[in-house]
């Protein structure tokens, strides 16, 4: 049995959420290009790379000959209006751009969850949905809230934990923390799989 938990992401946000359920683990930022390809849906993107970065943090640990008795948990996470998948903004004005449209819209984050265990390189993967509806927002709040959280690093640009929450009617999903980036209601039961039980 896997006797390590490494979480697949330099994201401070996944990092914190993983830390409650009390587990010890390590952080290894996995080298990807997360570059998402025109032909792919939002379903496909999130599975793809989702996996690809399981397989680059158990080749990385590989390489630095540490011994593959990890669990190596990964995420990957996109936005949805209508058809059009968008993922971080990354520039401030690509975040304004990116709340201008979602403006008194119904946005849906898919966020994919990998555990891939290093022993058999097997994996199991598992996607949560969240909808959430935006209520309608004036220039000014978009831009105030912008440089207030500078979310440019979250799909969506905003940080639901934060101020963000200000920006919404209402969120519609079965678990809250998928939307921050880690869906820990279906990571519990992948782990308990794992006979890993952050409550005994």
Avoid: W
């Amino acid at each position: 049995m896997p006797t390590q938990l490494i979480l697949g992401s330099s994201s401070p946000y996944r990092k914190e959420l993983l830390q409650r359920f009390g587990v010890p683990f390590e952080c290894h930022s996995p080298n990807i290009d997360e570059t998402l390809l025109s032909h792919e849906s939002a379903i496909d993107v999130v599975k793809r790379l989702s996996i690809a970065k399981a397989h680059a943090v158990h080749s990385e640990r590989l390489l630095q000959d540490k011994a593959p008795n990890a669990l190596i948990i990964t995420s990957d996470q996109v936005a949805v209006l209508g058809n059009e998948v968008l993922g971080k903004p990354h520039t401030e004005e690509n975040a304004i751009n990116q709340l201008s449209r979602f403006s008194g819209k119904k946005v849906s984050f898919l966020t994919g969850l990998c555990v891939f265990n290093q022993q058999d390189e097997s994996y199991q993967y598992t996607l949560s949905e969240y909808h959430v509806y935006f209520r309608a927002l004036t220039h000014n709040e978009i831009r105030r809230y912008i440089a207030i959280e500078q979310p440019l690093d979250c799909a969506g640009s905003f940080k639901c934990e934060g101020l963000g929450i200000c920006l919404f009617e209402k969120m519609e999903g079965d678990d809250p923390n998928s939307l921050i980036g880690l869906p820990l209601i279906s990571l519990s039961r992948l782990l308990r799989e794992r006979n890993i039980n952050p409550i005994g």
